[in-house]
């Protein structure tokens, strides 16, 4: 087979993957997710860098028995990149990682919950340039109880940490 057909074939199928809907067979390779993941990077980098700023709330509920931390990093602009909210009991924990794109529209979460009896869960959940869902990615072990949900996406961020503290 000749180098330009090999080129050819991987140009039409390229072209081709990009219309095409994300799939459980195609989407860590699908062009919509790894333009998500360089959107990922970037913040991350710039949280590295310390180019970002961060504001954060402490909450503690029914007595000290559960916890729950929220950190927003904004960019230069003040347009939320990243906000961080974790949560925990005596008997869970949970973390959830939501990333934004330059205009603050919600784009990848990264959620991770666990418990003692050994239960882990863990959700990659991507959103297009609109903010609608595309795809998640669930992974799970364990019995089946992880704690407390939290939010697949949060539209908001500054609102969501502002009420983070209320019952």
């Known amino acids: 087979m000749s180098l330009n057909r090999v080129i050819i074939g991987c140009l039409l199928s390229a072209s081709a993957f990009g219309s095409a809907p994300v799939t459980d067979k195609n989407w860590m390779n699908h062009p919509e997710i790894r333009a998500i993941r360089s959107i990922y990077a970037e913040v991350n ?24 931390n929220g950190v927003l990093h904004k960019d230069a602009n003040g347009v939320t990149q990243k906000y961080v909210v974790t949560a925990g009991s005596g008997d869970s924990t949970g973390q959830a990682e939501y990333y934004y794109d330059k205009k603050g529209i919600a784009r990848f979460t990264y959620r991770t919950r666990a418990a003692y009896n050994g239960t882990k869960k863990e959700d990659r959940i991507y959103f297009d340039s609109s903010g ?9 072990e364990g019995p089946g109880y992880a704690g407390s949900e939290l939010e697949e996406k949060v539209d908001d961020p500054v609102g969501d940490l502002a009420n983070l503290c209320k019952e």
């Open 45 to 68: 980098s710039a949280e590295k860098a310390g180019k970002l700023k961060k504001e954060s709330r402490e909450c503690v509920f029914y007595g000290g028995s559960f916890e729950m």
């Open 132 to 140: 609608q869902h595309l795809y998640t990615n669930h992974k799970e």
